[in-house]
């Protein structure tokens, strides 16, 4: 097994949309964008994860990692560190 594959934890990438994709639109890139092209980018990425057949593993993986860049899922990582906070909310909830 090569470290490409061995490199992948999961199955379910090997069945997600954006493989093969080009990666620069799910990660910012290294120079600066202004706001316009990042919407822009961020708009396609989600459009892929829209169709994504295992959008819901993707989610759950960068949650459970706290993946800090990209958009996973269909979320960005504003949306994923809203969504982390709501659950957490709802756990000391159910808790207490």
């Known amino acids: 097994m090569d470290v490409a594959t061995h490199s992948w934890e999961y199955g379910w990438q090997w069945r997600a949309a954006c493989r093969g994709e080009d990666s620069g639109l799910f990660f910012p890139p ?19 994860c829209a169709i994504c057949p295992v959008r819901i593993e993707c989610l759950e993986y960068a ?34």
């Open 63 to 96: 949650v459970r990692i706290r993946e800090p860049h990209g958009i996973w899922g269909g979320l960005t990582e504003l949306e994923r560190r809203l969504l982390i906070r709501e659950r957490d909310r709802h756990t000391l909830r159910s808790v207490g």
């Open 30 to 48: 290294g120079e600066l964008e202004n706001k316009d092209q990042r919407l822009a980018r961020e708009r396609k990425a989600k459009g892929i």
